[in-house]
């Protein structure tokens, strides 16, 4: 029997009593800078250069309460957006978000993952933040939206993972086995989820959970609901995770937290354990890290529809005659202490900043960033004058500090 109307029924439900996100409206852009986001960023994350064209179609498939459509739209000015939900009432605040903050008009739609067929065309770049593991069957959903995909084009994805999120599992069963036959009334759910943790001794592996990691943004009920009363979720281990990824039909372009990913991080004071991992798959290797780190709570990454042209910069003469921009993601310019596109401090030296110096300012129709002049110089011009080494460049692109544009 396909149950799959009524569990669809029951997530519109929790959403029209609970939309979520519950950020609050503002007369203001979106705050901070989400690279993930970001067209141009994006792009040059998964594929090493800027993309040759800014005017390209976006949709936000599952927008929630259009957080996520908000930036999009301030972020791609050139670009048209398309924002598609479940949830009659999470639209409606996503429009007056969007509204609110100034930003252009976004093609809204009360349209189901599965029902993606129905939009006209396809899209160069698709979100999917949140959405695919409350689905009864995700990878139906994947494979509606990997449709949708333009060649070349990438797909951002948020999907949960299970190690992170033991202890929630575990509270989403009690409620459930404490409401009985109300299990589907949401407040009930989230007043049940409530007192339970209010009864439960401090010293509870529940609590110390909850008050850890959730508790701040746990005070609001749609919160609340959404992590613990909804009636789908899939969680996902690096195995799992794989199937999904692979009946897609796309290509697994990359983790966009690439740092998590490193073995170092957990294993380096054990050369020869790093050693040993040598010999692991690319996926053995991310299962491992799982493994050693069970905080990890959700699975972030990028998927692409070959052709999807990259460019590693290993070549010294193709490096040297790349035009670089810097990145608007990039936090506190000019100044020698910058943030990156993850807001971590970076200390740049006087040379690094003297090479940040000589590469063009953002060229962003209708953000206000000055246009290009000229093309703007190539990394080796600007190095005629700059003590930096390629290893450097290298570094700063790393740090999406800056875009490269091939000669």
């Known amino acids: 029997m396909d149950t799959t109307p009524d569990i669809s029924a029951a997530v519109r439900r929790l959403y029209d009593t609970f939309p979520f996100p519950p950020d609050p409206l503002s007369d203001e852009p979106p705050p901070g800078y989400n690279w993930r986001w970001s067209w141009p960023d994006a792009y040059n994350f998964c594929t090493g250069q800027k993309p040759q064209k800014l005017d390209i179609r976006i949709l936000d498939a599952g927008c929630g309460t259009g957080s996520s459509t908000d930036y999009l739209i301030h972020l791609n000015p050139e670009a048209s957006v398309t924002a598609i939900d479940l949830s009659s009432g999470a639209l409606k605040v996503a429009q007056e978000r969007c509204r609110r903050s100034g930003a252009r008009e976004a093609d809204f739609r009360h349209l189901s993952i599965y029902d993606a067929a129905e939009l006209e065309g396809e899209f160069d770049l698709i979100n999917c933040v949140g959405v695919l593991h409350h689905l009864p069957d995700p990878i139906r959903g994947i494979q509606s939206l990997a449709a949708k995909l333009a060649e070349g084009g990438l797909m951002h994805v948020f999907v949960y993972a299970e190690l992170g999120r033991w202890e929630i599992q575990l509270m989403q069963r009690a409620i459930a086995l404490l409401q009985g036959k109300q299990k589907g009334d949401y407040p009930d759910g989230v007043k049940v989820g409530r007192d339970i943790f209010a009864s439960l001794p401090e010293n509870n592996r529940l609590v110390k959970y909850e008050k850890q990691r959730w508790a701040g943004e746990n005070q609001r009920d749609e919160c609340f609901a959404d992590m613990y009363v909804h009636p789908q979720e899939i969680d996902y281990n690096i195995e799992t995770l794989f199937e999904l990824i692979d009946a897609s039909g796309l290509e697994f372009i990359g983790f966009s937290n690439p740092g998590y990913w490193q073995l170092e991080r957990l294993l380096g004071k054990a050369p020869e354990l790093i050693e040993r991992a040598r010999g692991l798959t ?126």
Not at 295 to 314: A, C, M, Q, R
Not at 323 to 350: A, K, R, T
Not at 364 to 372: C, E, I, S
């Open 282 to 407: 690319e996926r053995e290797l991310y299962r491992l890290i799982e493994l050693l780190d069970t905080e990890i709570t959700h699975y972030e990454f990028f998927l692409g529809k070959k052709p999807v042209n990259k460019i590693d910069w290993s070549d010294d003469k193709a490096l040297l005659a790349a035009i670089p921009e810097l990145s608007v993601c990039m936090h506190g310019w000019p100044s020698q202490q910058v943030f990156d596109c993850n807001y971590q401090l970076v200390n740049l030296s006087s040379a690094e900043f003297e090479f940040l110096q000589g590469c063009s300012p953002p060229d962003r129709a209708g953000t206000g960033a000055p246009p290009l002049q000229g093309g703007g110089k190539t990394v080796g011009e600007i190095l005629v004058d700059v003590e930096v080494g390629l290893d450097e460049v290298r570094s700063i692109l790393s740090k999406q500090l800056i875009l490269l544009t091939p000669s």
